[in-house]
């Protein structure tokens, strides 16, 4: 089981830009690797996906965040959310998830707050 930590939230104002990172303490390709991404969850809101990459080589963001966000990784121990364009509506706390044969791996989640 992977465990993750996010570092890189903070306060911006909307137009402005952030980059999350998500350490693994263990590999995050090889046998097992189902997907990896993040997710964001507003007040009062369900948890959403906002960039995602699957085994089938895929990378999937939602129409939200699609030419704002950008989703990438290091030696496969690091993932990157690089979000740029910021807007108000993207103030949430954003987890990073590692599915490895099949089950879910969550980090703590980190705050992003956009001013207008």
């Known amino acids: 089981q992977v465990q993750l930590v996010e570092s890189g939230g903070g306060q911006v104002q909307a137009g402005g830009a952030l980059r999350l990172s998500c350490a693994a303490s263990?590999?995050?390709?090889?046998?097992?690797?189902?997907?990896m991404g993040w997710y964001r969850q507003a007040p009062g809101k369900e948890r959403e996906l906002v960039a995602r990459f699957t085994s089938d080589g895929t990378t999937t963001y939602p129409d939200s965040v699609k030419g704002r966000f950008t989703l990438s990784w290091d030696n496969g121990k690091i993932l990157y959310l690089q979000m740029n364009s910021l807007k108000p509506e993207d103030t949430a706390v954003y987890y990073c998830?590692?599915?490895?044969?099949?089950?879910?791996?969550w980090g703590q989640g980190t705050q992003v707050t956009v001013s207008s």
């Open positions: 263990g590999r995050i390709f090889g046998f097992g690797f189902n997907a």
């Open positions: 998830c590692v599915r490895q044969y099949g089950s879910d791996n």
